[in-house]
């Protein structure tokens, strides 16, 4: 049982490129999220998906696309990215009312 | 959009006892949870509270006062383990999205 698991752990873009963030959980979680962490400003959501199929956006979703690809698995994807967008994001997937976060993906946009 | 209010650092040294306080705003309140993350760890889930009063789980407790919009989270016999940032994080309805508060650092030392 490995709980919620992200690829890649750290990532370099150079502005303007591409990217998407690998998200998946294996403890039948209806519910998925995507934060950004930033220092100083706690967690931030960004997309969160309720059930397989549905997705809504957070607080900060501006630059980003998400797909919910099944129940497992959630993407964050980054079409053009920003300097603005250099965090740690963290995926996560809830059962009641606690959260299981990943490992985090370290990304660095230059 | 919506904040949570908790100091940004406390120390203490080991055996003592720390409160975590953390002020929420009251439109929408579902629950108040507590989180732990280590440095360049992920954040892991340690207390929850939908209603008034104590929740007790070994060495950490949480509190919760609805009516005066304010929890805290009680960490008793400290260990320099503990030494962590500690989030509390407002959800608006049952199972969902969190939105945390900025963090308290928690620095214990011998």
């Known amino acids: 049982n490995a709980g919620v698991t992200q690829t890649p752990k750290f990532q370099v873009l150079k502005t303007g490129q591409s990217m998407t963030l690998q998200c998946a959980q294996d403890?039948?979680?209806?519910?998925m999220y995507w934060y950004r962490q930033d220092p100083g400003m706690g967690l931030r959501l960004i997309y969160y998906?309720?059930?397989?199929?549905?997705?809504d956006k957070g607080e900060v979703p501006n630059g980003y696309n998400v797909s919910r690809l099944n129940k497992r698995e959630f993407s964050l994807r980054l079409e053009s990215a920003a300097p603005s967008q250099t965090s740690v994001y963290f995926c996560?997937?809830?059962?009641?009312?606690?959260?299981?976060f990943g490992p985090g993906t370290r990304l660095l946009v230059l | 959009g919506q904040s949570l209010e908790q100091p940004s650092e406390v120390t203490a040294v080991e055996g003592a006892i720390v409160q975590i306080n953390c002020t929420y705003q009251?439109?929408?309140?579902?629950?108040l949870s507590w989180y732990q993350q280590h440095d360049g760890g992920a954040p892991t889930f340690l207390s929850y509270?939908?209603?008034?009063g104590l929740e007790e789980t070994g060495r950490f407790s949480s509190f919760l006062s609805r009516s005066d919009s304010y929890g805290y989270l009680l960490l008793q016999e400290l260990q320099m383990k503990d030494s962590a940032s500690y989030f509390c994080?407002?959800?608006?309805?049952?199972?969902?999205?969190?939105?945390f508060g900025k963090g308290t650092t928690l620095s214990v030392s011998s």
């Open positions: 996560a997937s809830s059962f009641q009312e606690t959260q299981y």
């Open positions: 403890m039948n979680h209806n519910s």
């Open positions: 998906s309720a059930s397989e199929g549905t997705t």
């Open positions: 009251t439109s929408g309140f579902y629950g």
């Open positions: 509270n939908a209603l008034d």
């Open positions: 994080a407002q959800s608006n309805q049952a199972g969902t999205a969190l939105i």
